[in-house]
């Protein structure tokens, strides 16, 4: 079963075409890279998987259901984290768990939280409100929270643009193992190539809208004759019109 | 149902900020009221009218104004995705606001009302039974002023906060707050009517002066209320509709 299936996915602002007419799916269990550069719609290409914002025209599919944006059922089993989403500043970051624990029904509720604070490290700070947190801290608050309804699919739009070496090391670590240990098929949005060399299992290309190349990171850079991704990056957005 | 219970307790702090603000206004009308005792025949045995009044409007107001509140608190908190993300549903959303924005309204409005009783010697409870009907009637306005505004805001962006505030500015004259419809220009009159807040402060005059209760005006300004409640409500997820074309959900914030 394919958790997520993408077929010709079209989607018109007023003036500009932001994504015109992709095709993909994600397996069960991987993690799928999108790469480009600005304005190349990644963004726009998550939001409509989360129905936040309606295609043009296309279909989606979550495992082989197609998305119906009446009924948001197909939510319970996703999650999102980005930097420009953060949690309301004047709860405490347990007051936040708990109000997204609720929010999506969680059966363990006590214990998926306390593993969670485990997990992500976040005791130091559990009774702090998140307002006054660090952004790296509130980075990993907000992945807590991503993974409070233990999501089969995770949408995570550049989880760590803005985090220093440092931590950003420590979220990707924390997620391979989450991956490891988790059945969770992930579509990750970024510009840092290590962190897609490093996590995903497949990478998109895209450029103004249109995917223009795909492969594993490894045979990217082999096809390409490159020595790493961003070489590859690099030489795709700046060919003119090859597609 | 706990989800709402979350929500709204999400939105608990400014307690002081909920009391101050209405208790600061019943204490100037109170006054100026009591002035008005002192030197008008009209306002000598219903000194009660305005002061009852302006309690009354104070109501509407707040529960219009901490329904937009709380979706534009959602909105600066740049959280308002996650909750639309989560598997909530707009009628959730409404439910949520709606009760909270009640609860917020009671925490201010009760004791500016109690305040009133010892300071001017005029309680709005005197209205008796009838006051929670008008009370509810004013609660469905507020509500359906706050959803559309709030609509407007995740349609416009939070630009259109501005707006929030005009458009209670503005139906506050036609609302017939302090004055009888009578004293309205007569093409403004049928428009006026057309508003419940007119049929409400009507009948509030008319319990407090004549010491009758009419149970045409209340009606009058439910049904009018439900009508008005029912189309925001179908603008409102429209709102939600036409911000999912455009993309605005996305970056709502910014
Ligand atoms: N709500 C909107 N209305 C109009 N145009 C939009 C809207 N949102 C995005 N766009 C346009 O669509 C295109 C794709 O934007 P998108 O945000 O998806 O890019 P992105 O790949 O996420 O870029 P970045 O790497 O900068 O995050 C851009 O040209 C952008 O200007
Ligand atoms: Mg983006």
Redesign the interface.
């Known amino acids: 079963m394919k958790p997520i299936e993408v077929k010709n996915l079209k989607?018109q602002?007023?003036t500009t075409e932001?994504v015109k007419g992709i095709n993909f799916s994600i397996n069960q269990s991987e993690t799928l890279a999108l790469l480009g550069p600005n304005g190349c719609g990644k963004?726009?290409t998550i939001?409509m998987l989360?129905?936040?914002?309606?295609p043009t025209s296309g279909n989606i599919f979550i495992n082989e259901e197609e998305l119906n944006?009446k009924d948001?059922?197909f939510?319970?089993i996703?999650?999102?984290a980005?930097p420009?989403?953060?949690?309301?500043?004047?709860?405490t970051v347990l007051?936040n768990l708990?109000?997204?624990g609720?929010?999506?029904?969680i059966k363990n509720f006590k214990e998926k939280i306390d593993q969670l604070i485990e997990d992500l490290n976040l005791k130091p700070f559990l009774n702090k409100r998140t307002?006054e947190l660090s952004s790296g801290q509130k980075n990993r608050v907000s992945l807590a929270?991503s993974l409070i309804n233990d999501p089969k699919i995770l949408l995570l739009d550049e989880p760590t643009a803005s985090l220093d070496p440092d931590t950003g090391d420590y979220v990707r670590s924390y997620l391979e193992k989450y991956k490891k240990e988790n059945d969770i098929s992930i579509l990750l949005a970024s510009h840092n190539m290590d962190e897609v060399t490093r996590l995903s299992d497949y990478v998109l290309m895209m450029k103004e809208g249109q995917i223009i190349d795909h492969g594993k990171a490894k045979d990217l850079i082999d096809k390409h004759g490159r020595e790493n991704l961003e070489q590859v990056f690099l030489k795709l957005v700046r060919q003119k019109n090859e597609h | 149902m706990l989800r709402h219970f979350y929500l709204i307790r999400s939105s608990f702090p400014r307690i002081f900020d909920l009391i101050y603000w209405p208790t600061v206004q019943i204490i100037l009308w109170g006054f100026v009221s009591k002035f008005f005792t002192m030197h008008s025949d009209y306002f000598n045995n219903v000194a009660g009218v305005i002061l009852s009044a302006a309690i009354l409007y104070d109501f509407l107001f707040r529960s219009s104004i901490s329904y937009n509140m709380l979706f534009l608190e959602e909105i600066w908190s740049r959280n308002i995705i996650n909750l639309f993300v989560s598997p909530l549903k707009i009628s959730e959303i409404i439910m949520a606001l709606t009760s909270s924005a009640l609860i917020r309204t009671m925490i201010g409005l009760v004791p500016a009302a109690f305040i009133a009783i010892p300071l001017f010697g005029i309680s709005i409870f005197e209205l008796g039974v009838p006051l929670i009907l008008l009370l509810f009637s004013l609660y469905l306005f507020g509500v359906t002023l706050g959803l559309l505004v709030t609509a407007g805001l995740v349609r416009f962006g939070p630009s259109f906060e501005n707006v929030a505030w005009a458009s209670l500015f503005f139906i506050a004259p036609l609302g017939c707050i302090y004055y009888p419809v009578e004293i309205l220009p007569s093409w403004v009159q049928p428009i006026a009517l057309g508003l419940p807040l007119a049929h409400i402060f009507e009948e509030t005059r008319n319990i407090l002066v004549n010491q009758t209760v009419s149970f045409t005006n209340i009606y009058y300004a439910i049904g009018l209320n439900l009508i008005y409640l029912t189309l925001a409500i179908s603008i409102f997820y429209k709102s939600f509709a036409s911000a999912k074309r455009n993309g605005t959900l996305v970056n709502i914030g910014e």
Do not use: C, D, W
């Open positions: 989607k602002f007023k932001a963004t726009t939001g989360l129905g936040l914002i309606t944006y948001h059922q939510l319970n996703m999650n999102f980005s420009y989403v953060e949690l309301p500043k004047k709860l007051e708990k109000v997204y609720r929010m999506y029904l307002g929270k």
